[in-house]
């Protein structure tokens, strides 16, 4: 089994930073790809950002690109999310997400954290 953990959401002004983070656990050996997701009350669940394996390619939401940076540590076996400029609409419960690929997707995981609350406010 592979768990993931979030931490580092809170409450922020708008314009402010926040930085999360995503800690694997269990057999990591299963997870390659990693991407960070949100659900905002009453909307689905939308993608935010993608690493792969390498971290050498990401791949970003439009409405964070240049805003939001992810990244990884492999040693570490965790996933970051720098998120700069945070806007009120960047509210969401963020959840971190692991597929058992080398490959990013915007779209399929196989592994999911429990998520972490962030608030902008404005």
């Known amino acids: 089994q592979v768990q993931l953990g979030e931490s580092g959401g809170g409450l922020v002004q708008a314009g402010g930073s926040l930085r999360l983070s995503c800690a694997a656990s269990g057999r990591t050996s299963s997870v390659y790809a990693m991407g960070w997701w949100r659900q905002a009350p009453g909307e689905e669940r939308e993608f935010v950002a993608a690493?792969?394996?390498?971290?050498?390619?990401?791949r970003y939401a439009d409405s964070v690109k240049g805003r939001f940076t992810i990244s990884r540590d492999n040693v570490k076996n965790t996933v970051y999310l720098q998120m700069t400029s945070l806007k009120p609409e960047d509210t969401a419960v963020y959840y971190c997400?692991?597929?058992?690929?080398?490959?990013?997707?915007?779209?399929?995981?196989?592994?999911w954290g429990q998520g972490t609350q962030v608030t902008v406010s404005s």
């Open positions: 690493i792969s394996w390498s971290g050498g390619s990401t």
């Open positions: 997400a692991g597929r058992r690929s080398t490959t990013i997707s915007t779209t399929s995981y196989d592994y």
